[in-house]
């Protein structure tokens, strides 16, 4: 069973910026972020596979980036110029896992980190 522990949340003002990082327990490489708000569904952010391929989500294009670590199998959210409306948990996904002979689907989430964004 893959684990997602996400982490560096927290609060900063308009136009400030934060890093969220996502580990996971082993090789994770298609991994997601997603935000919520109260009362709402699940929104995608951003994603990548590989060290490529990596797409976002219209309201965060030019502000945020995705990028991963592979030794430490750690993907990064650089969250740059952050906007009241980027409030949110921010929850980690992934949709691999290595069964030690090949990647197969899975469907895994992290706790969630929340970021709040102050004016």
């Known amino acids: 069973q893959l684990r997602l522990v996400e982490s560096g949340g927290g609060t900063v003002e308009v136009g400030g910026s934060l890093t969220l990082s996502c580990t996971a327990s082993?090789?994770?490489?298609?991994t997601n972020w997603y935000r919520q708000t109260p009362g709402n569904e699940r929104d995608f952010v951003a994603g990548i596979i590989g060290h490529s391929g990596a797409n976002y989500a219209d309201s965060v294009k030019g502000r945020f980036s995705i990028s991963r670590d592979d030794p430490t199998n750690t993907v990064y959210l650089q969250m740059n110029s952050l906007k009241p409306e980027d409030t949110a948990v921010y929850y980690c996904n992934e949709e691999q896992t290595y069964n030690g002979s090949e990647f197969v689907p899975g469907d895994y989430w992290g706790q969630g980190t929340q970021v709040t964004v102050s004016s």
């Open positions: 082993g090789r994770a490489p298609a």
